[in-house]
């Protein structure tokens, strides 16, 4: 399975943006996707999960209320819009597909993309 994430940019506080996933091989051994992030210096740290189909997502509280994920099965992409961006939010963010629902820890994720830069200015 390979991802490619996509969607990433610089921002002002307060703004929006969504990333995409793109996925392609054979996703059906790996039904969940997460996203994570990582700032320099820190631990990547888990953001978003969705089950299969949709119905069920899970957040980081740092991100409740303003991040929602979603996914599109029938295009293999999974989104992350994100909302009321802070510059807390500034990282690379990663996304991740695996087998486990709800999964939190990165060591649950089996394939990962290569990231995208999200910077958001004060």
């Known amino acids: 399975v390979q991802l490619q994430a996509s969607g990433g940019g610089l921002v002002q506080a307060g703004g929006s943006l969504r990333l995409s996933c793109a996925a392609s091989?054979?996703?059906?051994?790996?039904?969940?996707i997460g996203w994570f992030r990582r700032t320099p210096g820190k631990e990547r740290e888990f953001v978003a999960t969705?089950?299969?189909?949709?119905?069920?997502?899970h957040y980081a509280d740092s991100v409740k209320g303003r991040f929602t994920i979603s996914r599109d099965n029938a295009k293999n992409t999974a989104y992350l819009q994100m909302n009321s961006l802070k510059p807390e939010d500034t990282a690379v963010y990663y996304c991740?597909?695996?087998?486990?629902?709800?999964?939190?820890?990165?060591?649950?994720?089996?394939?990962w993309g290569q990231g995208t830069l999200v910077t958001v200015s004060s």
């Open positions: 969705i089950n299969w189909s949709g119905d069920r997502t």
């Open positions: 091989g054979r996703t059906f051994n790996s039904p969940i």
């Open positions: 991740a597909r695996g087998l486990r629902l709800m999964a939190t820890a990165s060591n649950d994720y089996i394939y």
